[in-house]
């Protein structure tokens, strides 16, 4: 089992910067991918980055170059830090941890609200 806590997040203004943590704890070894999504009310839960046991980072094309993704093995935490807000980044922010063995854990989510 995997758990993960999420942190951060808040209100900001369009233009500002959040940044979420994500404490991972237990079979962390077993940890391949940890990702970052997002859902936004009345809209289906979307992709927003990812980074594997490797480095590999992948994010969604409305995030490059203002959203980062990193973590910090020595406290198994992954961030995502979020630069250049806009309004329609308003969504509540879930970690994803992809296990080797295929299973997934999700965190509990935090609230992201950027106002214009």
């Known amino acids: 089992q995997v758990q993960l806590v999420e942190s951060g997040g808040g209100l900001a203004q369009a233009g500002g910067s959040l940044r979420l943590s994500c404490a991972a704890s237990?079979?962390?070894?077993?940890?391949?991918?940890m990702n970052w999504y997002r859902q936004a009310p009345g809209k289906q839960r979307e992709f927003v980055a990812s980074i594997d046991r490797g480095g590999s980072i992948n994010y969604l094309a409305s995030v490059k170059g203002r959203f980062t993704i990193s973590r910090d093995n020595a406290k198994n935490t992954v961030y995502l830090q979020m630069d250049s807000l806009k309004p329609e980044d308003t969504a509540t922010y879930y970690c994803?941890?992809?296990?080797?063995?295929?299973?997934?854990?999700w965190g509990q989510g935090a609230q992201v609200t950027v106002s214009s």
């Open positions: 237990g079979m962390i070894f077993r940890i391949n991918v």
């Open positions: 994803k941890a992809d296990s080797l063995g295929g299973n997934t854990y």
